[in-house]
């Protein structure tokens, strides 16, 4: 009996792939914008202003940034907690793929939303005249809540790491 719960148990990992499956689709969700985007502005780009290009290109940042984030969830939690991924080639497999344990994904991932957060707070930065005084000091507290969290994380990390 034991031993059928244990399997069991151990089989459910895979109700986790669909949900992997499901990001691709966000990815893919996410490129389509990203094209939008430029489509949207290539017929008006000389008429467009220098800061308003920045704001776009920012956006085209945050857009790769979080496809990325994506990426790195999606095939590397798929590795650790559902099964190793089996490429025909070698080559074609990323080089940080099979060395991602939870801990530098987890790192990776806090990361990658700090990133995401900064390119967001510089976007308000630059367009300042639009945004309310409150809303400013909220992003700037959500920023840093992230760093923070980022911060600590990985010092959580070194400090529990057994060499």
Partial sequence: METAVERLIYGSRWILAPIYLGLSLA??????????????VLPRIFAIKETDLVLLVLTLIDLALVGGLIIMVMLSSYETFVSR??????????????????????????????????????KVFMNTPNVVEDHLFWYVVI?????????????????????
């Fill in 143 to 163: 920023h840093l809540t992230f760093v923070a969290s980022a911060f600590a994380m990985g010092m959580l990390d070194r400090l529990t790491r057994h060499d």
């Fill in 27 to 40: 990815l893919l969700a996410l490129g389509l914008k990203f094209f939008q985007e430029i489509f949207h």
């Fill in 85 to 122: 991924l089996d490429l025909a080639a070698e080559q074609d497999k990323l080089g940080w793929l099979g060395r991602m344990d939870y801990t530098s994904l987890k790192n990776k991932v806090a990361s990658s939303i700090v990133a995401i957060s900064s390119i967001h707070l510089l």
